[in-house]
């Protein structure tokens, strides 16, 4: 995406005018923080009169969802732990995008990660800390070699990643509603004859990730600190690293990085299974640390949600921190709003209108640029008539 | 047994309806170069505007119309952010499709919606075939909206100076600008067209087959009209078979245990994501996707 | 269809000319593309628009086709001011341009190809009968109903004037059309080119940077260098020698003339052998130096399709071999196998007496062959990254420690690299794309010599370059060989190859059917070879 917005900027030409050409690049600056300003209260102003249809007043919703998320110690802790597994498959993302790949379907690799972390804590025996690093690292390996098939897929037999990645999240979720319907298998055991719900049984205490601090004060789960070391590292590898420098090469220009002797299948392909583990490692960490059960629909389409983060971020890690930190406050303060009377999906529709208001700025200076080239051209034809009548 | 099979054929031929009709869509869409992933918006706001119209309008046809709108909203927003502004398709994609899902669960529980249904119609004499007039002949009456459909769309498509110039920009979108043609406005009349034709499958689902909207009422089955377009190798009869197929999936998982059955649902669920990766598998290398595809439009750029 | 030509009032009892451009200026950002620009190309001729790369011939083109606005200046059409704002008035008017790239779908047939641009319903059966009578009326002949992709480029071409010509177009423009064509198809169009314009009275603007092309096919030229015109002749009153003066800005010797601006008799000149020039560059090396890499029956293949049939080579440390051939005989697939990109069905490739794997990547590269790719702003470099960042695409870990890059020693490699090599660089991180395309060709050069290769393969290193870049490529490419490095030299062009090389290979359909020492070389047999002829 990156590539192609830098590209067409580069080609359109701005028109200059003579005399104005100065106030007008001064003023070409403002549009651009205006046009954020506007598409974002556009957004907001959206939510608002949705709120309003339930009967309840914005400002009302706006404080459920700070009250949910900021306002005591315990419900900034929420929010950290909602924020943590979105920042650790934004930060596998990133890598992925950088090595320009397209993975879509972190979703599919984050809930086969959780289905096996929670296979590995429940069936490994041993010490407690042991198996729940164990746990997180099986959920990772399930992870990247979920996203390992779609590499397979694309470097053997040409399957685009985004349609490998894509098809394989619904296959995932399958998996994991098998493995929780199968009594052999994850699903909970119970007196003999009854129907037992389709979900795994609660994890022993020794396997749940550590919590830090505690509540009522703040208090959240070690995966925060996870999640925020993990983009730290892929900031600093990415930045400085040869492995980054390979990376971004071979992103950039795929042919040129082949000619430096980068074996793409091998460094992409890498790449996708750092991406997937990533997504694994975020369900196996909303597992251990937070559920705590195999249900479906435990991702709380995290992984979707998380492949935003890494976009509205930029493909940046560090950028991620805060967008995920948002998203999560989103996510923590949504759990508050129902009982406003405003039913708590608001929060999914507001996310995801907020994806589109910050995507549209940027978009629309390119597009302004074209318009008013055209425009140009226009005009001078019109002189140019003028002219020769 | 033949009276199992007269059973399984017609559910199956009644679930792959609501796809075929998208699958219409997103083979247009596909063919001028866009992965349109939004379909799944398409079909659940479809759905939702269907019966949340029929309930307004106590009229099952005029909710099939407030779906087929619903639809082309969405693709019209999706167009506009892919195809004008340069936003990547997948996020728009992606975004709306999490956007429509939050939305109607939102207001599902704001409204208080009412069961409607579509009569069926029944042909005369041909509803009475054995084994396939239940199945083709006994449908309810915008099902037979897809016979004309698809020799429309075969001849708008391969007929057509606008069909030639839409798969023109599917496999080679300079040459076809170079031709003074306007590229994004082709990729973004196939979104419009993919809105229109995923309205009216979602809306067939709710206010054609079900009869009424539950949340996340399509479940994913947008992604399978993808994947039926994919299995179809990007041609209209073979997406069509690839929504049979899948519908017959579908059939299957409802109608096996009761028929003594055992075949594992998960399998059959998951069957038609894994049947689109075989066949993109076996095609991957035959080459048979539009050349564009996926690929994002913008002057001077190769 | 042409009221325009038919309609064309006579001014002072001559015609008007069909074209007229006055005053014509155009800037991008700082850099001027054409500075008040003036051209008058008359109806039945062909004129030739001749100019460096860069010169602004194609600026020009593009305001003429209504692909770019002007900041200035006035069109003229059969003596009428008239306003070009986009493609679709310029076709109207009369104005078809035969491009060279991305114009033709290639998954869909001739006829549909065809047909495209226009308006209505297709027709099949009378757009093939138009492909079939415009083929006959010109030459052209091409199936109507053939898919592009199975097409050779000359019946490429071929389609890409029958969609122009079947518009009835009072004026045709073509750019650099030869650039892609074997020399007889080159012939070819040049006697369609003829045909258009004495027999039916059309105009035609032949854009190209070689001599020759303007020489052979044109009746007047316009010479353009760095946005002006600074010259208008008649062809038939200049020689080679004023053309390339008029273009380049100073006197050249004739041997650079010749060599940088495609003149091939001049190359083959008995007399030339005489200029110190020639004589350094294409002395043949003396004894017999050791081989420095042996390609061995080499055969390759891509998607069922033959690439390297048995191709067997030798390349001697400190020689320069020209490979010379037509397009699309194996030339992309040498240079793939040389960059690891091309694994080997059979046969192999010695570096000094080791074999190295086919198609293992980096292994090529490792074994000591450097590669300036033919495209090199596709994948030579990356144009997002910095020069800096460029100098060691390949070289990262001699920057590196311990897995990390380190910005410093980057850097300073780069500034030596930049001074040594004549980089003109704002600084080294800037991005390669601000670059102009002879100083990226620079960084590529500058990257590969500074790993100290054993051998140096340059694919069309002078493609594009203006006659500045060309000398420095020239004088770099000998000061290589000189140092030892064998250089094998890839190129389509006879005056690249003679200018640069001490023996010639010859491939075609894959294999190197024959070969001779630059001093001896006799362009019959060269042409004969090229086209598979046994000589």
């Given amino acids: 995406m990156s590539d192609t917005t830098v590209l067409a900027e580069e080609r359109i030409a701005a028109p200059r005018g003579r005399a104005s050409s100065r106030i007008r690049s001064w003023l070409s600056g403002y549009p651009t923080l205006l046009t954020y300003l506007i598409s974002i209260s556009v957004a907001l102003g959206i939510s608002a009169l949705l709120v309003m249809m339930t009967g309840t007043s914005p400002w009302t919703a706006v404080v459920a969802l700070y009250e949910g998320s900021l306002s005591t110690p315990a419900s900034v802790g929420l929010a950290l732990d909602k924020a943590a597994p979105l920042l650790i498959v934004a930060a596998g993302t990133v890598i992925a995008a950088r090595a320009g790949l397209f993975n879509i379907g972190q979703e599919g ?33 399930a992870g990247a070699a979920w996203a390992g098939i779609a590499a397979v897929l694309f470097y053997k037999t040409g ?179 129902a009982s406003t009377g405003v039913p708590r999906y608001l929060v999914d529709v507001v996310t995801a209108v907020l994806v589109l208001a910050v995507a549209f700025p940027p978009a629309f200076r390119i597009l302004r640029r074209t318009w008013q080239a055209r425009a140009a051209a226009r005009a001078l034809a019109q002189s140019g008539k003028g002219a020769a009548a | 047994m033949i009276e199992a099979l007269t059973l399984v054929l017609a559910s199956s031929v009644r679930l792959a309806l609501p796809l075929a009709f998208a699958a219409c869509g997103e083979y247009i869409a596909e063919r001028s170069g866009t992965i349109n992933i939004s379909i799944e918006a398409m079909m659940l706001g479809g759905a939702f505007s269907a019966v949340f119209g029929a309930s307004i309008t106590g009229s099952a046809a005029t909710g099939l119309i407030c779906g087929v709108l619903a639809g082309l909203l969405v693709g019209f927003v999706h167009a506009n952010f892919s195809h004008r502004l340069t936003v990547n398709t997948y996020v728009v994609g992606l975004t709306l499709n999490l956007l429509v899902l939050g939305l109607t669960s939102f207001l599902l529980d704001l409204v208080v919606l009412r069961p409607s249904q579509v009569a069926v119609f029944a042909v005369p004499l041909l509803s009475d075939l054995p084994v396939i007039g239940p199945a083709l002949f006994a449908q309810r009456w915008p099902a037979y909206l897809l016979w004309p459909l698809l020799p429309a769309i075969w001849y708008a498509m391969y007929r057509t100076r606008w069909g030639l110039q839409m798969r023109a920009s599917g496999e080679n979108p300079s040459a076809v600008d170079a031709s003074g043609i306007d590229v994004n406005r082709r990729r973004r009349e196939g979104l419009l067209l993919c809105g229109l034709l995923s309205g009216l499958g979602g809306a067939y689902l709710a206010v054609g087959e079900v009869g009424m909207f539950n949340q996340n009422m399509t479940s994913g089955r947008g992604y399978v009209v993808i994947a039926a377009v994919i299995f179809g190798a990007w041609t209209l009869r073979g997406a069509m078979a690839g929504c049979l197929v899948f519908g017959a999936a579908d059939a299957m998982r409802l109608a096996l245990p009761a028929l003594g059955v055992q075949l594992n649902p998960q399998l059959l669920v998951a069957s038609p994501y894994i049947l689109a990766l075989l066949a993109m598998v076996l095609f991957a290398r035959s080459n048979r996707s539009p050349s564009a595809l996926g690929k994002p439009f913008a002057r001077g750029l190769p | 269809m042409r009221p325009e030509l038919l309609g064309a009032s006579p001014v002072h009892g001559e015609a008007a000319p069909a074209v007229e451009l006055q005053g014509i200026t155009k800037r991008y950002g700082t850099t001027i593309a054409c500075d008040d620009v003036h051209l008058s190309v008359a109806s039945g001729e062909i004129h030739g628009l001749l100019g460096q790369n860069g010169a602004g011939k194609s600026t020009l083109v593009k305001i003429l086709l209504g692909l770019v606005s002007r900041d200035a200046g006035q069109i003229l059409l059969h003596g009428r001011p008239t306003e070009i704002p986009d493609p679709f008035a310029a076709a109207e008017l009369g104005l078809a341009m035969v491009h060279q790239h991305f114009s033709l779908v290639n998954e869909l047939t001739v006829w549909e190809n065809v047909t495209l641009g226009d308006t209505g319903r297709p027709d099949a059966d009378a757009t093939c009968e138009l492909v079939r009578s415009i083929g006959e009326r010109y030459g052209l002949v091409v199936d109507p109903l053939a898919r592009v992709e199975d097409l050779s480029t000359g019946q490429r071409q071929r389609v890409e004037i029958i969609k122009c010509l079947r518009r009835d177009p009072g004026i045709l423009i073509l750019d650099e059309p030869t650039s892609v064509l074997t020399l007889s198809d080159s012939r070819e169009l040049f006697s369609v080119l003829r045909r258009v314009a004495q027999d039916e009275q059309r105009t035609v603007i032949l854009i190209s940077h070689k001599l020759d092309e303007i020489l052979n096919a044109t009746d007047r030229v316009t010479i353009m260098r760095s946005g002006r015109v600074v010259a208008q002749r008649r062809t038939s009153e200049v020689d080679e020698r004023e053309l390339a003066r008029e273009m380049v800005g100073r006197e050249l010797s004739k041997w650079v003339a010749a060599s940088a601006l495609g003149n091939l008799d001049a190359l083959v000149d008995p007399a030339l052998s005489k200029d110190p020039a020639m004589f350094t560059a294409v002395r043949p090396v003396e004894d017999r130096p050791a081989v420095r890499m042996r390609i061995d029956s080499a055969v390759a293949s891509r998607d069922g399709r033959p690439l390297l049939q048995g191709l067997t080579l030798e390349l001697r440390a400190g020689e320069i071999l020209g490979l010379a051939g037509i397009e699309g005989n194996g030339q992309h697939a040498i240079g793939d196998l ?70 410093r020693r980057m850097r300073e490699r780069a500034e030596e690299l930049i001074e040594r090599f004549e980089i003109a660089t704002p600084s080294p991180d800037t991005p390669m794309r601000d670059l102009s395309g002879g100083n990226q060709q620079k960084v590529v050069l500058a990257r590969e010599l500074s790993q100290q290769p054993k051998i140096l393969v340059a694919a069309y290193p002078t493609r594009g370059l203006d006659v500045g870049a060309i000398e420095y490529m020239t004088e770099q490419l000998h000061e290589a060989s000189r140092a030892g490095i064998g250089v094998l030299l890839i190129s389509t062009e006879l005056e690249e190859i003679l200018t640069l090389s001490h023996r010639i290979a010859v491939i075609h359909r894959g294999a190197v059917v024959g070969e001779m020492p630059r001093m001896d070389v006799d362009i019959e047999r060269l042409g004969m070879l090229m086209g598979g002829q046994q000589a």
């Avoid at chain 1, 690799?109 to 096996?116: E, H, K, Y």
């Avoid at chain 1, 925060?224 to 983009?231: C, D, E, F, W, Y």
């Avoid at chain 1, 559920?291 to 389409?301: A, F, K, T």
């Fill in chain 1, 109 to 141: 690799q984050l809930t086969v990660g959780a289905t096996v972390a929670c296979a590995v804590a429940i069936f490994v025996p041993g010490p407690g800390p042991l198996v729940l690093v164990l746990s997180l690292l099986g959920g990772a390996l």
């Fill in chain 1, 159 to 337: 399957v685009p990643i985004v349609i490998g990645t894509l098809l394989l999240v619904f296959i995932a979720v399958q998996v994991l509603f098998f493995a929780v319907t199968q009594p052999w298998l994850l699903q909970e055991a119970g007196p003999e004859g009854d129907v037992m719900p389709p979900q795994s049984e609660l994890l022993r205490t020794e396997v749940w990730l550590p919590h830090i601090g505690e509540y009522p004060g703040l208090n959240f789960t070690s995966g925060v600190l996870i999640a925020l070391a993990l983009a730290v590292i892929v900031a600093v590898l990415l930045r400085h690293s040869v492995w980054g420098f390979k990376m971004t090469m071979l992103g950039m220009n795929k042919l040129a990085a082949r000619r430096a002797g980068i074996n793409a299948a091998v460094l992409g392909g890498t790449a996708l299974l750092w991406s997937g583990a990533f997504a694994g490692l975020g369900g196996a960490v909303m597992l251990v640390g937070g559920n705590h059960r195999l249900q479906p629909g435990i991702s709380e389409n995290s992984g979707w949600d998380g492949l935003l983060v890494a976009l509205v971020a930029k493909e940046n890690p560090v950028f991620a921190i805060p967008v995920a930190l948002f998203f999560g406050v989103l996510r923590a303060g949504g759990g508050f709003l």
């Fill in chain 3, 338 to 407: 040389l960059s690891s990109l091309l694994p080997l069905d059979s046969g192999e490739v010695r570096v000094d007496g080791v074999p190295v794997p086919a198609g293992r990547p980096g292994a090529m590269h490792h074994a000591g062959i450097g590669v300036i790719p033919e495209d090199r702003h596709q994948s030579g470099c990356v144009l997002d990254m910095s020069v800096a960042e460029n100098l060691v695409l390949s070289a990262v870990p001699s920057v590196s420690r311990r897995g990390f890059v380190s910005r």
